[in-house]
């Protein structure tokens, strides 16, 4: 899933979307 919306933001290369994937990586960490 979060593999999918990663590429999905890259894809559409929005800023939100990217400061979501930040996000989302920092939670994994």
């Known amino acids: 899933m979060f593999l999918r919306v990663t590429r999905r933001g890259e894809a ?7 400061s979501s994937r930040q996000l989302m990586a920092n939670l994994l960490m």
């Open 12 to 18: 559409t290369g929005s800023p939100f979307v990217a």
